[in-house]
């Protein structure tokens, strides 16, 4: 699938980016992997762990994708774009609402234009929980990037550009999460818990990209995927991490659920279920022909693919192991 292909990831530097180009490197052999960021001092730690001495087809790239010039540069001779760019930080993103819709918004709006001008073959957009059903800016700006992506399939033409999307939960370990900060807390002895009802979807990175590399691979243009995940209680991770700190409830902070929420029960119409994971189709009737249903089985419309509610759960000795690997 990526042997002797030209791939970009943008937001390249970043904890999905950095494990992308080593999976990437370890299963293929790419014609070239371009990392494109914003942030010089960041292309140049990971250029030490990915020299070009070792690593020949690797190419660093600085750029903003709120620069629509920038990226028409970049995105010359590009096969396949992996979108991973985006200001993520929920309260960061409601105090500085602006920033964050020109770079989950606009910069969606720019790599569209961008890939389908410079024919780019494929684009699959990472997003996020938050989009579903969203209650802060942060999800909002990646539920209308979702949107805008799966509708850059209308303006392009499906043998040159396709657009689809990858929506999971929280990533064991990744920048900003829970389990470092948890882990720094640990010295201290006590552990903050927003709420002890508190459940999320929980990924491993490597389960991340892999993930969205078997996407990349499926992928018609138009579909949302969704994998399937287990669920874990706020406490037991707290418990994995530290049994023998005491908890501190804090209380929920601005713009989080309770429950996280990945298939929203007003688009389970639309939504098929596969071995391991689910696909959301548009409701456009454009996209009527471009799906596959053989091997997929129809939800009901009542249904919801909610943290609370899922079928799979994590223990605490599970929670352990993942940490323990991070």
Not at 98 to 114: R, Y
Not at 151 to 174: L, P
Not at 213 to 236: A, H, N, Y
Not at 253 to 278: A, C, I, Q, W
């Amino acid at each position: 699938m990526l042997n002797n292909k030209i791939i970009l990831i943008t937001g390249g530097t970043g904890s999905f980016g950095k494990k992308c180009t080593e999976i990437i490197f370890e299963k293929y052999k790419p014609k070239k992997l371009i990392i494109f960021s914003r942030d010089e001092l960041k292309q140049y730690e990971m250029s030490q762990e990915f020299p070009e001495t070792k690593y020949p087809s690797i190419r660093f790239f600085l750029g903003d994708i709120r620069d629509k010039e920038r990226l028409y540069r970049a995105f010359n001779d590009i096969d396949i774009v992996i979108h991973a760019a985006a200001l993520k930080q929920v309260p960061t993103a409601e105090y500085n609402p602006f920033e964050a819709i020109k770079t989950n918004v606009i910069g969606a709006q720019n790599i569209i234009n961008a890939a389908i001008d410079k024919k780019v073959r494929k684009v699959i957009a990472l997003s996020t929980d938050k989009a579903a059903s969203p209650i802060n800016l942060y999800g909002a700006t990646k539920l209308c990037s979702d949107k805008l992506f799966i509708a850059g399939n209308c303006y392009a033409d499906m043998n040159d550009t396709i657009f689809s999307v990858v929506r999971y939960g929280n990533v064991v370990g990744s920048r900003g999460s829970v389990i470092p900060f948890f882990i720094n807390k640990k010295k201290e002895g006590i552990l903050p818990i927003t709420d002890p009802k508190m459940t999320r979807f929980w990924i491993t990175l490597e389960q991340g990209v892999n993930f969205v590399l078997k996407c990349l691979d499926i992928m018609v243009g138009g579909e949302l995927f969704v994998p399937k995940l287990p669920s874990m209680k706020i406490t037991d991770l707290a418990k994995a991490i530290c049994p023998e700190c005491k908890h501190e409830i804090v209380g929920i902070r601005p713009g989080e659920k309770m429950h996280e929420v990945m298939v929203p029960l007003d688009e389970s119409r639309n939504t098929f279920e596969y071995d391991d994971y689910y696909v959301i189709t548009p409701a456009l009737q454009f996209f009527n022909k471009r799906f596959n249903e053989d091997n997929a089985k129809k939800l009901p419309d009542e249904f919801e693919y909610n943290s609370k509610t899922n079928s799979k759960w994590l223990s605490v000795d599970k929670l352990m192991e993942m940490i323990n690997k991070y």
